[in-house]
């Protein structure tokens, strides 16, 4: 299996301007999450989806993020527009249930000048 | 809202000992797991332990849990420089949201 595939790996934006990021699962996996890590406020859940369908979205810090799961193979994290302090390594992992382990992708490490 | 506390936040140590990291909760949980992350990696997961066991080993590691007192703690037994990274330990709770909450994590550095 090649687990969780994210893309792109680095993307350097300047303020202002839409981002999307990209996220592919482990087939099979019926859990899809979205993380935020940063430094200073460490490991942060944004949203979570069961079968393709957001059950927790508590942690998306403002309206400026979304998140999409069209199918069963594919997410989307957007920020638009995005600002200076949305800097951080987003990564997406998936879990095969709820409550057991999560399989994590390399993240993408976001930059907003 | 944070659910694990790791301690100590970093721990450095030789090349053949054994090192521990505990972690700390507040609620009651389901399960508790850890995680270990390379530099510029995402988290790989190393153990589960349910709320009803005890202690758990895999390889060289061993978790054990105390729910009474709400911690948990990794030993990593005969360290290698290879095991040189970051660890988080995250618990899934009995109520409220199905999601998994982690803490700030310890980084630990073995010197070879």
């Known amino acids: 299996d090649a687990g969780v595939i994210q893309s792109p790996r680095h993307e350097v934006t300047e303020m202002g301007q839409e981002v999307t990021l990209r996220c592919k699962p482990i087939?099979?996996?019926?859990?899809l999450f979205w993380y935020r890590q940063t430094m200073m406020r460490g490991l942060e859940l944004l949203i979570y989806?069961?079968?393709?369908?957001?059950?927790?979205d508590s942690g998306m810090p403002e309206d400026r993020f979304s998140a999409k799961m069209p199918n069963a193979s594919f997410s989307t994290l957007k920020i638009q527009p995005s600002e200076p302090r949305d800097s951080a390594v987003y990564f997406c992992?998936?879990?095969?249930?709820?409550?057991?382990?999560?399989?994590f992708g390399n993240g993408t490490r976001l930059t907003v000048t | 809202s944070q659910q694990g506390e790791e301690d100590p936040q970093a721990l450095s140590i030789q090349e053949g000992e054994n090192a521990t990291m505990n972690c700390s909760y507040k609620?009651?949980?389901?399960?508790l797991q850890w995680y270990r992350q390379n530099s510029g990696r995402g988290l790989v997961h190393l153990i589960l332990?349910?709320?009803?066991?005890r202690e758990k080993h895999s390889g060289r590691l061993r978790v054990t849990l105390d729910t009474s007192k709400k911690s948990s703690s990794l030993l990593i037994t005969a360290s290698r420089a290879a095991d040189t990274a970051s660890y988080f330990c995250?618990?899934?709770?009995?109520?409220?949201?199905?999601?998994?909450?982690f803490g700030q994590g310890t980084r630990l550095t073995i010197n070879p």
């Open positions: 332990i349910r709320s009803n066991e």
């Open positions: 989806f069961n079968n393709n369908v957001p059950i927790d």
């Open positions: 087939s099979g996996h019926d859990y």
């Open positions: 995250a618990t899934y709770r009995i109520q409220g949201a199905q999601k998994l909450v």
């Open positions: 609620t009651s949980i389901n399960n």
């Open positions: 992992a998936s879990s095969l249930a709820g409550g057991l382990a999560l399989h």
